[in-house]
């Protein structure tokens, strides 16, 4: 049995439905099928999801919401018209979009996990119509009824362990497909509560997980998962065409998630690294295509001595000098207690003998947030020098090939330095199947496309 699932990329009008659809029916082992909101028809387009997220400010702003209401069911509605769907069958589409704001909610966080949420609640209904509208012996499954329970913030859920015993008791009938919506679960107390963005992939790895399945496919718009940024590695010369991986572990697409590779969502992966179930990444408009297989550690023979290169731009750092700071008993608990009543987490931080290093996501940190921490750290701590970094980048470089190539580390860091990029920051994980590099966030481009070229990449002969 397989769950399979089709990012907003693959559903965004009825042809791209239809393709979805198609790819289903192909294999009686699909049985269980998770959908996103539609996305965008054309790069001038609006998700479904972002108009949601309108209609749900307009809503707490208490103005008039006729206009987006129309605009967000007239895109299923084009999408019901496709498949012969009459106006009267898909009249319980807009009935439950002009009831939202109707409903009770215990705040405004709530309400926008609500409406946000429905994007994918009624792209399951509409897909579980047209399935049963050819004939397709179907059912629309929400969260609410296979008890889907999670917990955390509104816009941040976590599941709970007990979905999966409730998924566990789900029948599916011989030959039936059940259509299950993704990005969102119900807390205890009965309210919608979303993943945080991308989490229809979170979705499906549960699913996975709970219906015991034997593989989970993830249909997005690319060929499986590239060894670098195809933006970034512009037409290189591939030996043995590593360009697109073939297979990868689940802790090398964690390590690559965290640094940038967009493809997955990393969280997605805890559900079926607890279950064991292989990964399928595949291209909805190629399915034939053999596409990126993620397995468990054990057994694995990894093809490549590095299985991919990738670089993330949004950090700072925080630079640190004072002599003797070995010496000095507490001083980096008193530095973890200035973050942790500031509710700023950090990255990683690297240290020397009289030097430590900081390295913070930007997405929790603003100007005044960053004065108040160097503030305090200087008062409490008294560095001899503290410095504020702005321009930092993190390369992650990762293989399950790296724990028996002793040279890697030097390889890399020799064609670095050819180059004249002189990194701020090394750090090899205790597996040897990563490395990360610090750099100027200027130069992360340029030394990803150096390590790839260096590992997977020869030189056109002219000759």
């Not at 917990?151 to 059940?178: C, F, H, M, W």
């Not at 299950?180 to 993943?195: H, L, Q, R, V, W």
């Not at 397995?295 to 949004?314: A, C, L, M, R, Y």
């Not at 002599?323 to 240290?351: C, D, W």
Request: a negative charge; proline letters at 5%.
């Amino acid at each position: 049995m397989k769950v399979v699932k089709f990012g907003g990329s693959s559903l965004t009008d009825g042809q791209n439905v239809e393709q979805a659809l198609n790819i289903v029916l192909s294999d009686p082992e699909r049985r269980a099928i998770v959908v996103s909101a539609p996305g965008k028809r054309s790069d001038d387009d609006i998700k479904i999801t972002d108009l949601l997220i309108k209609y749900a400010g307009m809503t707490l702003k208490s103005e008039d919401t006729n206009e987006i209401v129309q605009n967000i069911f007239m895109r299923y509605q084009e999408i019901g018209h496709y498949f012969g769907l009459s106006d009267q069958e898909l009249k319980v589409i807009k009935d439950i979009l002009l009831a939202l704001p109707n409903q009770t909610y215990p705040n405004s966080s709530y309400l926008m996990a609500a409406f946000k949420a429905h994007g994918e609640r009624l792209n399951a209904r509409l897909i579980a119509m047209i399935l049963q509208h050819q004939g397709v012996k179907s059912r629309f499954l929400d969260p609410t009824e296979a008890g889907l329970i999670v917990t955390g913030q509104p816009n941040d859920a976590l599941v709970n362990p007990e979905s999966y015993l409730n998924l566990d008791q789900i029948k599916i009938a011989t030959g039936e497909r059940i259509i299950f919506p993704g990005f969102f679960g119900i807390t205890p107390s009965g309210n919608i509560a979303t993943f945080s963005r991308g989490g229809s992939d979170i979705t499906g790895a549960i699913l996975a997980r709970g219906f015991h399945a034997d593989m989970y496919e993830n249909f997005t718009d690319v060929n499986g998962i590239f060894a670098a940024n195809p933006h970034i590695v512009d037409n290189p010369h591939i030996v043995d065409n590593p360009q697109s991986i073939k297979k990868m572990t689940y802790r090398e697409m964690r390590e690559l998630s965290y640094a940038g590779f967009s493809v997955f969502h990393d969280e997605a992966l805890i559900p079926v690294i607890q279950g064991q179930i292989p990964i399928n990444v595949k291209n909805t408009h190629e399915p034939d295509q053999p596409g990126t297989i993620i397995v468990p550690e054990k057994d694995f023979v990894p093809d490549n001595i590095i299985t991919g290169v990738t670089s993330q731009k949004h950090f700072s750092a925080l630079y640190l000098h004072k002599y003797l700071l070995n010496k000095e008993a507490g001083f980096t608990l008193r530095i973890l207690q200035i973050l942790y009543k500031h509710n700023v987490p950090y990255e990683h931080m690297p240290s020397g003998i009289d030097d430590i290093t900081i390295i913070f996501n930007n997405d929790f940190l603003n100007d005044q947030l960053i004065d108040q921490i160097c503030n305090e750290i200087q008062a409490t701590i008294n560095p001899d020098q503290l410095e504020w970094i702005d321009d930092y980048a993190i390369i992650m470089v990762v293989g399950e090939g790296m724990k028996k190539y002793h040279v890697v580390s030097r390889q890399i860091l020799d064609s670095l330095g050819d180059h004249d990029i002189s990194p701020r920051m090394i750090n090899q994980g205790a597996s040897q199947i990563s490395m990360m590099i610090g750099t100027k966030k200027e130069k992360a481009d340029e030394a990803v496309k150096i390590i790839y070229h260096q590992f997977f990449a020869k030189e056109e002969n002219h000759g």
